[in-house]
């Protein structure tokens, strides 16, 4: 059983509320901000989410190429400020993301060089931390991001000798050079398989909901840090593999205040960062008028409405195709997972 039909009672209209983060979304004016910042990835999204719901039960068991394909979708015409990625393909060259004062906490930073302890590679591509988890204290780097306000966090990547590096920065021959770059993809694959792997068994075996939950925000979480492709990561797991896993397993959807928690805090944190989603969810499903993070539907000019309902119309087809099943037992489930959360993490 799903809490699919949850998407049919939602305001069709709100769609993006899924998407953009919620702390800009008076900024962007619901979704139009988040268009104008790279163009085409609203309707990507969108895409990305009936995708999604065409591929739902994910027959057997979470996998890898079917990721590759979320990313695809969900990537597809966007206009990427990132020159190097490519929809759908796992990328082949370094990578970092910024851990920032306002949001990354201590907690998080030991659970990271817990996670990297024993892998032999560079934590953060910033000089001063630019070692290995055992060679690295975490109140000091947590320090150091409080005082210069962010440090830049080296996602996992294989350490390579001088011909394979020399290859992939096209000093040979072409040849050299897809070599180079399928060696780096593949031990790729596989840690993403490695991922998948613990999540289906833990899924398997969870017997309360306090265990599903966790093995979904855990993977979530996992498959951001590995930060497998070079651009649309946070896209692909915290804003539509979350919503189909939660669906999936019979919990709402959650509407983030900020999808990119799940690489800069702890994972209690960021269980609580999705508990506050789900019940932010039930407010708009109660009233969708009622102004969530700052901002109302009643505000948005109805042009942008108007546009935003043409560009969801495939998406919204598919949802009004649910049948319809009573809220009653999932608003009790979200009520005892809010009830357990606590303070935002900031």
């Not at 998407?19 to 979704?31: A, L």
């Not at 833990?202 to 492709?229: C, M, N």
């Not at 070079?230 to 019979?250: K, S, V």
Request: glycine share 4%.
């Amino acid at each position: 059983m799903s809490t699919i039909h949850l998407l049919k009672a939602f305001d069709k209209s709100q769609l993006f509320r899924f998407f953009v983060d919620g702390r800009f979304q008076r900024k962007y004016r619901g979704w139009v901000g988040y268009e104008e910042g790279e163009p085409g990835s609203v309707q990507a999204m969108l895409d990305g989410y009936a995708f999604m719901l065409d591929n739902f039960e994910l027959t057997g068991s979470l996998r890898g190429v079917y990721l590759l394909d979320l990313h695809k979708v969900c990537m597809r015409g966007v206009r990427t400020k990132n020159q190097k990625s490519a929809p759908g393909d796992i990328r082949h060259l370094n990578s970092g993301m910024p851990f920032f004062a306002k949001t990354t906490t201590l907690e998080n930073l030991r659970e990271v060089l817990d996670i990297r302890r024993g892998d032999q590679t560079s934590v953060f591509n910033t000089k001063l931390f630019a070692r290995r988890a055992e060679e690295l204290d975490a109140e000091e780097i947590h320090r150091f991001i409080v005082r210069e306000g962010k440090v830049n966090f080296r996602s996992w990547y294989p350490n390579l000798d001088e011909p394979t590096k020399a290859a992939l920065e096209k000093r040979g021959t072409l040849e050299d050079f897809y070599k180079a770059k399928h060696f780096v993809q593949m031990q790729f694959a596989r840690r993403i398989e490695e991922i998948l792997d613990r999540f289906n068994r833990t899924v398997t075996i969870a017997v309360t909901d306090d265990q599903r939950l966790r093995a979904i925000a855990l993977v979530v979480r996992e498959l951001e840090l590995l930060h497998p492709f070079a651009d649309g990561n946070c896209r692909a797991f915290a804003c539509i593999l979350l919503m189909q896993l939660l669906l999936t397993h019979n919990f709402p959807p959650a509407i983030l205040a900020n999808p990119n928690l799940d690489a800069e805090c702890s994972l209690e944190q960021w269980i609580d960062e999705i508990r506050k989603g789900m019940s932010k969810t039930f407010e708009l499903l109660e009233d969708r008028t009622r102004t969530v993070f700052n901002y109302s539907i009643s505000d948005a000019d109805p042009a942008h409405i108007a546009k935003f309902d043409k560009m969801a119309e495939e998406l919204a087809k598919k949802i009004d195709q649910l049948a319809v099943t009573p809220l009653t037992a999932a608003r009790e489930r979200v009520d005892k997972f809010v009830s357990a959360g606590s303070e935002p993490v900031m």
